[in-house]
């Protein structure tokens, strides 16, 4: 594994929709060009619409309800996404590195990391697995109501919950010159904006306090995972 010290911003300043994907097309271009591993955990400072990569940005191809919120475009591919009630993870590793390739192992590991997190922390997590094709809904606009065998999906365990077993973490990526940058969403809670969708603590008895412990521990897991062990922390480029 051609890996080495990892560098790991844990960024505790929500920031708008342009520069978390500028960040993010930052790590890409700095794996590409030979960098270590990275990996930034991430909130965003308004509730902000980010596109797929292949999704038109025209105003009639955005549900009604959404149309006054900022949009952003992604580099990786996918449904929409809401980013409102959430933290964001991405990671960024060269062509050299173990986890590069086939493209569905960095996938698997990120996951199955966190998906380990829960576990311990009795959070009944797993990874989705199997999808018919008629039930991926892959016309959905959001994200969040299509269905990928390698989604997170977690049990509810509060009481009074609405909810059923659901989506909390996907993750999307794109590659330059052989690097691969992956990012995703692990959802806090529903957001009144879409509210058919549920977060972690809609799901199980959870504080946002803890929650935001869970995240920073899983971005320093990965952190050590992606790299030999040692954890720089803040960017250099």
């Not at 844990?10 to 271009?29: K, Q, V, Y």
């Not at 960098?35 to 191809?61: C, E, M």
């Not at 390698?150 to 993750?171: C, E, H, L, M, Q």
């Amino acid at each position: 594994m051609a890996a080495g010290a990892v560098q790991l911003d844990i960024d505790h300043e929500p920031r708008t929709g342009s520069e978390n994907m500028a960040r993010d097309a930052a790590m890409l271009e700095a794996a590409a060009d030979g960098a270590g591993p990275l990996v930034r955990l991430y909130r965003w400072s308004k509730p902000t619409i980010s596109l797929g990569h292949f999704q038109k940005n025209a105003a009639d191809d955005i549900p009604q309800r959404f149309r006054s919120l900022p949009r952003v475009q992604r580099l990786t591919g996918g449904g929409a996404i809401l980013h409102d009630c959430e933290w964001t993870y991405s990671c960024a590793i060269s062509r050299t590195h173990a986890e590069a390739s086939p493209p569905e192992r960095l996938y698997e590991s990120v996951h199955q990391l966190l998906i380990d997190l829960m576990l311990a922390n009795d959070i009944k997590a797993g990874l989705r697995g199997p999808v018919l094709p008629t039930e991926a809904g892959h016309s959905n606009f959001l994200c969040f109501l299509r269905r990928d065998a390698r989604d997170i999906v977690v049990n509810p365990s509060a009481s009074g919950t609405k909810f059923r077993a659901a989506k909390i973490v996907g993750s999307a990526q794109r590659r330059r010159r052989g690097a691969v940058l992956q990012h995703g969403s692990l959802l806090e809670r529903h957001s009144p904006f879409a509210p058919e969708i549920a977060g972690l603590l809609d799901l199980v008895p959870l504080s946002r306090q803890r929650l935001a412990m869970l995240a920073g521990t899983f971005s320093r897991n990965l952190a050590e995972y992606l790299g030999d062990g040692t954890v720089q922390d803040g960017f250099t480029f």
